[in-house]
């Protein structure tokens, strides 16, 4: 069973976030991560279906210069569905998510969310039977440092609770 810890609503100081509400019913979990060097996770389950993840994550590490190029120029205006070859210049970018075997992309584009643009890639991690749903912020301007946040649960789930994810998102308070 998993440990959780009662939370507010509100989550502050996590990257460029200042301020984000998080819906009823998510709590801060208390399981540990696998994460690795200088990465940090912060995981929030839904209490009742803790399946249900919002997540924010930096990877500890700046990714590499062509990647950072490609990702700085995709956030460009305007707001657009990603290409393929846009995707694959990106595969340095979306880790896991870059390999089809384990997830398969259902879609990517950009969007501006209180003026920060940002990248949303959405699919199934296929073995897991997960939809997930990820952020991607270009957190100093360079490219090369990029904080995630992002919604998995179950395939069967995911729809009953993304809405609130949504809702979450257009709560953010930029730094």
């Given at each position: 069973m998993?440990?959780?810890?009662?939370?507010?609503?509100?989550?502050?100081?996590?990257?460029?976030?200042?301020?984000?509400?998080?819906?009823?019913?998510?709590?801060?979990?208390?399981?540990?991560?696998?994460?690795?060097?200088?990465?940090?996770?912060?995981?929030?389950?839904?209490?009742?279906?803790?399946?249900?993840?919002?997540c924010?994550f930096?990877?500890g590490?700046?990714?590499?210069?062509?990647?950072?190029?490609?990702?700085?120029?995709t956030?460009e205006?305007?707001?657009h569905?990603?290409?393929?070859?846009?995707l694959?210049?990106?595969?340095?970018?979306f880790?896991?998510k870059?390999?089809?075997?384990?997830?398969?992309?259902?879609?990517?584009?950009?969007?501006m969310?209180?003026g920060?643009?940002?990248?949303?890639?959405?699919?199934?991690?296929?073995?897991?039977?997960?939809?997930?749903?990820?952020?991607?912020?270009?957190?100093d301007?360079?490219?090369?440092?990029?904080?995630?946040?992002?919604?998995?649960?179950?395939?069967?789930?995911?729809?009953?609770?993304?809405?609130?994810?949504?809702?979450?998102?257009?709560?953010?308070?930029?730094?």
């Amino acid at each position: 069973m998993m440990n959780m810890q009662t939370t507010t609503n509100i989550v502050e100081d996590i990257g460029q976030i200042r301020k984000i509400r998080l819906p009823d019913g998510f709590v801060e979990s208390s399981r540990q991560e696998n994460v690795e060097g200088n990465s940090s996770l912060r995981t929030f389950c839904f209490a009742d279906d803790p399946d249900v993840r919002i997540c924010f994550f930096y990877r500890g590490y700046c990714v590499n210069e062509p990647t950072a190029n490609q990702f700085r120029k995709t956030l460009e205006p305007p707001v657009h569905v990603l290409s393929e070859d846009e995707l694959a210049r990106l595969t340095d970018l979306f880790g896991d998510k870059s390999n089809s075997r384990v997830f398969s992309i259902a879609g990517a584009r950009t969007e501006m969310i209180f003026g920060m643009p940002i990248l949303v890639l959405e699919g199934t991690y296929d073995p897991f039977g997960e939809r997930n749903c990820t952020v991607h912020l270009d957190a100093d301007g360079s490219g090369r440092f990029v904080q995630e946040i992002f919604f998995q649960a179950p395939i069967n789930r995911y729809l009953i609770y993304f809405s609130r994810f949504a809702d979450c998102l257009t709560s953010i308070e930029w730094k």
